[in-house]
């Protein structure tokens, strides 16, 4: 079984900056990649970033495009998301993700491409 747990989540005020984490346990992890989704209240899961495994080619949502940046140490199985510039539009529960292996990367959007998730970890941004 793989476990992916989230933190470093938070309450920032707008413009700050924060830094999550995610961690994957597991004897027989195995992934082409890793994401981040955010979910806020009232509204669907959301595409953040994608990183794919071992070849660190990363990929964003327009919406946190120059603000985010999504990294990985693969010898840890831990993937990062460093938040910069922070808005209240920000706000969400953050989850990460750990693409199924028989699946193609490209298909990086979609949350059923996954088959482990985290727990979650709050990000609130105040204005």
């Known amino acids: 079984q793989v476990q992916l747990v989230e933190s470093g989540g938070g309450l920032v005020q707008a413009g700050g900056s924060l830094r999550l984490s995610c961690v994957a346990s597991?004897?027989?992890?195995?992934?082409?990649?890793m994401a981040w989704f955010r979910r806020a209240p009232g509204k669907d899961r959301e595409f953040v970033a994608f990183?794919?495994?071992?070849?660190?080619?990363?990929y964003y949502a327009d919406s946190v495009k120059g603000r985010f940046t999504i990294s990985s140490d693969n010898a840890k199985n831990t993937v990062y998301l460093q938040m910069n510039s922070l808005e209240p539009e920000d706000t969400a529960v953050y989850y990460c993700?750990?693409?199924?292996?028989?699946?193609?990367?490209?298909?990086?959007?979609?949350?059923?491409?996954?088959?482990?998730w985290g727990q979650g970890t709050q990000v609130t941004v105040s204005s």
């Open positions: 993700a750990a693409k199924d292996p028989r699946r193609h990367w490209s298909t990086y959007v979609f949350p059923h491409e996954y088959n482990y």
């Open positions: 597991g004897r027989t992890f195995s992934t082409t990649g």
């Open positions: 990183i794919r495994w071992n070849v660190l080619s990363t």
